[in-house]
Structure formats: C-alpha cells, structure tokens
C-alpha cells in the first residue's frame, strides 16, 4: 500500500495504490483518521479519497471506510471515494458496496486525475513550470514551495509533511536545479528518488516530485535550437566516439605486442 496528496481543483486529495490488504488496514485506518480531522480542522467538509490505483480491498478496508463515513457525516461532513479501478468496481458490484457507502453518508465521486493539457508557448530561455492540480506557475530564479513558500502557499497549508519553504529552484541559465531544505525532517522524491537535505538535482524534461506526501510535477521546456546550433554539438559527440574508438584500438595493439 502507497499513499500520497495531490491537488486537484485546488483541493487536496488522498491518493492510495497497490493492494490494501489486511496487513494495511490499521495503517488505513490510522491515516484516514488523522486525514478527515486535518480536513476537518481546516473547514473542508467534503474531502477524497481516490482509489483509481487500487487492486485490491479487504473486507477491513471496507469496514473502515463506512465508519469513517459515518464519523464523517455526524461532523457535517461527506467522505468521496473517488475514481475506484475497474477491479474495485466490479468488487463493490457483487457485494453491493456503493448502496451500503452511500448509506452511511459516503459518495462516490469522479475527479480529473491527469494533469492540464499543456500548451505552452515557446520560450527563448529554459523555463521551469510546477504543475499542481490544474494550475500551471511559471518559476523565477529562487522560487520556492511550502507552507510559505512563493509559489501557491495556500495549497500546501495543512497538509502532511510539507514545511514552510520544503524546497527551492535555481536557474544557472543553462539548466535548473531542484534544492532540498537543509531541514532533515523535509522529505522531498524526484521520480521517487529521495533526495538529502540540502542536496541539488537537475531538472530535465518532464519529473514527478514530492514534497512531504504532496505529489506533483515540474516540467522543464528548454528552447529550440537551430540546426547550426546542433550540429557542431553532433560533431563534438562523434569526435569523442571516434577518439575513444582509437584509444581503445592502441591500447589493445599495445597489449597484444607486449604478449608477442
């Protein structure tokens, strides 16, 4: 079982993956207690829980969704399952779960989980975009995210494991770099490698990023570059190759002369 945030029309979402078996269900249990009182604490009534990459449930699981639900709904509240796998719902059709879920005060609920289709316009420098939910931020050379980081603090607010600036963007002109906190209690997973405190990293193209359990994505759109500008880079490449290639013939000439 796997288990991260992400923001999806600007609410946060609880994301579950892989199998909740009864192994998990304590740990389920457990976190989405804490999960609907954070909500809760911060007036979200409705919040959700998406099951799109779920496999498997155990009848623990389920147990614990319709308490929940039930908790939920006495506090003003409504539980959403949201997006279940097709496993899932062919599960929830032979016991009857949705009737019962619905009972209890749950809903179900479809929300977008792909990212906003991006067309971006052509840049003449190497941009860095953070993606979280629909939005898109263009970053500036220190930017930061966190609770009080530059970049839409307000969505980070509350939410599990992200400290006030978790982590910064440098901007060296020809690339950009993803600095960790020196903070040792801020986690942050560049395409689900941790990466220290303190500790650099650069961005290239399209990555996944996680800061505490938030999970979003940053991508980097580097500028067109004209066929002069590539070709002496081709050159460069193939006389290295080419180099290497000799090296390697002389050192194996060498090799067989001394055993002669």
Known sequence: MEVAVEIREDKPVL?????????????FGRELTAWAERMLSRSITDFIVDFSAVTFVSSGILRSML???RRVRARGGVLCLSNPSPE???????IGFREIFESYGGTFKTTAIAGPQLALAPSETVRLDVIIGDQVFTCGDGDSLGTE??????????????SSRHIFFRNTGDHWLAEASDDPGSIVRLDDQVVPPSQKVVLSGDHTLQIGEVRLRVLVTSPEKSEEEVEPIQIQIEDVFSRTATWIERAISADQEKRE
């Open 15 to 27: 994301v579950y993956s892989g199998r909740l078996d009864d192994e998990a269900s304590v740990r």
């Open 67 to 69: 308490s929940m639900a």
């Open 88 to 94: 899932l719902e062919e599960t929830f059709r032979v």
């Open 149 to 162: 980081g530059s970049i839409a603090p307000h969505l980070f607010a509350g939410l599990p494991g992200v």
